[in-house]
């Protein structure tokens, strides 16, 4: 009896652990083939969707509701470093400013314009080393590439070739006059200063003695001065063409080669005589560095500030010496004229009208410097007394 009910009891354990495990292989088999379902539909939704992603150049629309539904942020997302502050474009410029073409009135608005429009001004206090040798130059070039960004570089100092010595280049600006006129502004200038009185020169000039402080005019151009004379009288130009030592001797090789280099590097090349366009299409081009410009060049808060003082001892050089320097300065007029085609066709492309200069503007040579050097004098005090 004893026996009977052992084994009756041996059945029943060997039939329940049966039973328990058909269930567990069954279980087992339901669960893996939905597993190998999944992982199918799985990688078959990635594929698809790695397929639309490079055929449509995005990622497809399932993929980002997918991210939408599981949340926007992702690990990477958290815990990745903050993006740097974006950069206007262009954030690196080079206002390699020829000597007396309104280079002073242009650096007094960008030290009021950086304040308020949060760009880095580096303005050069170096005016007379406008030629480097290759050394300088590469130095000048790495100085320059570090200033932090966006920027604004400038210096009396001919066109610097970034791209020869494989560093990333500026955008270049620059803005030009009439030949003649900005060769009577520096004689005069050098020789009795100008609206900060005439004390002036002597700082500048300081080696200068009386009888060439004082000579006239005519007698320096007529009777050939070095002063008055080629090479010297080939002064923009090699802003434009560089630093080769041809660049320095009035040739048709230097005028090409200045031709070349604005129509390759420089963003806008202005004439003086324009000055309002000139701000105008630089607060378009370069609105960073240069927005509200015109407003503040035209603003009458600050012009009352100034003080009309014109540049002591001015000559109007005669008609005679006018034709010498005329004819003296052929490359220089060839290259100011190309310079004012460029700077109408730009004009034009803006939408701005470009057409002959009413009688006002057609003013005397004596009356465009003081107007000049007033705009100057109120530009400095607004530059000490903003608003």
Same mark, same amino acid.
């Given at each position: 009896m004893a026996k009977h +009910?052992?084994?009756?009891? %041996?059945? =029943?354990?060997?039939?329940?652990?049966?039973?328990?495990?058909?269930?567990?292989? !069954?279980?087992?088999l339901r669960v893996s083939r939905r597993d190998f379902g999944l992982c199918l539909t799985t990688l078959l939704v990635f594929c698809l969707g790695s397929v639309l992603w490079q055929l449509n150049g995005g990622p497809p629309q399932l993929l980002l509701h997918v991210r939408y539904y599981f949340g926007q942020s992702t690990f990477l997302d958290d815990h990745v470093p903050l993006a740097p502050r974006a950069l206007p474009f262009p954030s690196k410029v080079v206002y390699n400013r020829v000597g007396k073409c309104g280079?002073?009135?242009? !650096?007094?608005?960008?030290?009021?314009l950086a304040e308020r429009n949060k760009f880095t001004l580096i303005s050069s206090d170096i005016h007379n080393k406008t030629r480097l040798s290759k050394h300088e130059q590469v130095d000048l070039m790495i100085n320059i590439s570090t200033v932090?960004?966006?920027?604004?570089?400038?210096? %009396?100092?001919?066109?610097?070739?970034?791209?020869?010595?494989?560093?990333?280049?500026? $955008? *270049? +600006?620059?803005?030009?006059?009439?030949?003649?006129?900005?060769?009577? =502004?520096? *004689?005069?200038?050098?020789?009795?200063?100008?609206?900060?009185?005439?004390?002036?020169? $002597? $700082?500048?000039t300081p080696g200068m003695k009386d009888d060439e402080r004082? /000579?006239?005019?005519?007698?320096?151009i007529l009777e050939s001065y070095p002063e008055c004379s080629n090479p010297r009288l080939f002064y923009i130009i090699p802003y434009f063409c560089g630093q080769h030592p041809q660049c320095r001797e009035p040739s048709l090789w230097a005028l090409q080669k200045a031709?070349?280099? @604005?129509?390759?590097?420089?963003?806008? @090349?202005? !004439?003086?005589?324009? /000055?309002?366009?000139v701000l105008l299409l630089l607060e378009r081009l370069l609105p960073h560095f240069f927005s509200d !410009?015109?407003? +503040?060049?035209? =603003?009458?808060? *600050?012009?009352?500030?100034?003080?009309?003082?014109?540049t002591v001892h001015k000559q109007t050089p005669s008609l005679k010496s006018l034709q010498v320097l005329y004819q003296s300065m052929k490359y220089e007029y060839d290259f100011y004229n190309f310079i004012k085609a460029q700077f109408h066709l730009t004009k034009w492309k803006f939408g701005l009208r470009t057409g002959p200069r009413s009688p006002r503007q057609h003013a005397s040579l004596h009356r465009r410097e003081q107007l000049e050097e007033q705009s100057e004098t109120v530009l400095e005090n607004w530059a000490e007394h903003p608003r």
């Amino acid at each position: 009896m004893a026996k009977h +009910i052992g084994n009756n009891c %041996h059945k =029943s354990y060997i039939r329940g652990k049966n039973r328990r495990g058909n269930w567990l292989a !069954v279980i087992l088999l339901r669960v893996s083939r939905r597993d190998f379902g999944l992982c199918l539909t799985t990688l078959l939704v990635f594929c698809l969707g790695s397929v639309l992603w490079q055929l449509n150049g995005g990622p497809p629309q399932l993929l980002l509701h997918v991210r939408y539904y599981f949340g926007q942020s992702t690990f990477l997302d958290d815990h990745v470093p903050l993006a740097p502050r974006a950069l206007p474009f262009p954030s690196k410029v080079v206002y390699n400013r020829v000597g007396k073409c309104g280079s002073r009135t242009i !650096v007094l608005l960008l030290r009021i314009l950086a304040e308020r429009n949060k760009f880095t001004l580096i303005s050069s206090d170096i005016h007379n080393k406008t030629r480097l040798s290759k050394h300088e130059q590469v130095d000048l070039m790495i100085n320059i590439s570090t200033v932090p960004q966006p920027f604004l570089y400038t210096r %009396h100092v001919h066109f610097l070739n970034f791209t020869r010595f494989r560093i990333d280049e500026p $955008v *270049y +600006i620059n803005i030009v006059r009439d030949p003649i006129n900005r060769f009577l =502004s520096n *004689y005069f200038f050098r020789r009795f200063g100008d609206w900060r009185g005439e004390e002036n020169h $002597v $700082v500048r000039t300081p080696g200068m003695k009386d009888d060439e402080r004082y /000579l006239d005019i005519n007698t320096c151009i007529l009777e050939s001065y070095p002063e008055c004379s080629n090479p010297r009288l080939f002064y923009i130009i090699p802003y434009f063409c560089g630093q080769h030592p041809q660049c320095r001797e009035p040739s048709l090789w230097a005028l090409q080669k200045a031709k070349e280099n @604005v129509l390759e590097h420089y963003l806008l @090349v202005g !004439v003086l005589e324009e /000055l309002e366009d000139v701000l105008l299409l630089l607060e378009r081009l370069l609105p960073h560095f240069f927005s509200d !410009v015109l407003n +503040i060049y035209k =603003s009458p808060e *600050y012009r009352k500030l100034g003080n009309m003082t014109g540049t002591v001892h001015k000559q109007t050089p005669s008609l005679k010496s006018l034709q010498v320097l005329y004819q003296s300065m052929k490359y220089e007029y060839d290259f100011y004229n190309f310079i004012k085609a460029q700077f109408h066709l730009t004009k034009w492309k803006f939408g701005l009208r470009t057409g002959p200069r009413s009688p006002r503007q057609h003013a005397s040579l004596h009356r465009r410097e003081q107007l000049e050097e007033q705009s100057e004098t109120v530009l400095e005090n607004w530059a000490e007394h903003p608003r």
